[in-house]
């Protein structure tokens, strides 16, 4: 099994999922947020989207430090910045794929928060994370608009938008 072809395969595919996601984007609504303890939703959407670049910084570096500012969140303010900031998170994350060799998938990753190791995972592993964490949050996503009336775009099959049900 080639498990690199199938993270770029994978990678993709949530590329264009996500890429539908963002086109429903509601412009005027950043500032939503369905709880006070919920993200709001622009930064939710911008998060989303910048984890594509997250294979760059995986492959290429051993750890990530939120302590020591390692990890800098993107603001983002309109629709267009969203498409336009995906894109190019994409291209970022799926060169750094296609630069690595599977054996060094296998290399090691920490997350961390002023040298305290939160995550310790291979590259393989935390590439799988970031995939997750794309997943998660676009379901998030999906909730926030569900909430305001914005059709949901089907993600692994139709969704009820889709099928008028």
Do not use: C
Request: glycine share 6%.
């Amino acid at each position: 099994m080639n498990t690199l072809n199938l993270l770029k395969q994978e990678f993709q595919h949530e590329f264009e999922t996500t890429k539908k996601f963002i086109e429903q984007f509601p412009e005027g609504q950043n500032e939503y947020s369905p709880h006070e303890k919920s993200m709001k939703l622009m930064p939710l959407a911008t998060h989303i989207v910048e984890i594509f670049a997250w294979p760059e910084t995986i492959i290429n570096t051993t750890e990530l430090d939120f302590g020591k500012g390692d990890y800098q969140p993107t603001h983002l303010n309109t629709k267009q910045e969203l498409t336009d900031k995906l894109a190019q998170d994409y291209e970022t994350g799926i060169k750094a794929l296609n630069a690595i060799s599977e054996k060094k998938l296998d290399g090691r990753w920490a997350m961390k928060m002023n040298g305290q190791i939160l995550q310790d995972w291979s590259k393989y592993e935390a590439l799988r994370h970031s995939l997750n964490q794309i997943t998660h949050h676009r379901a998030q996503l999906g909730v926030y608009y569900r909430l305001n009336n914005i059709p949901v775009p089907g993600a692994y099959g139709p969704s009820a938008d889709e099928n008028n049900f």
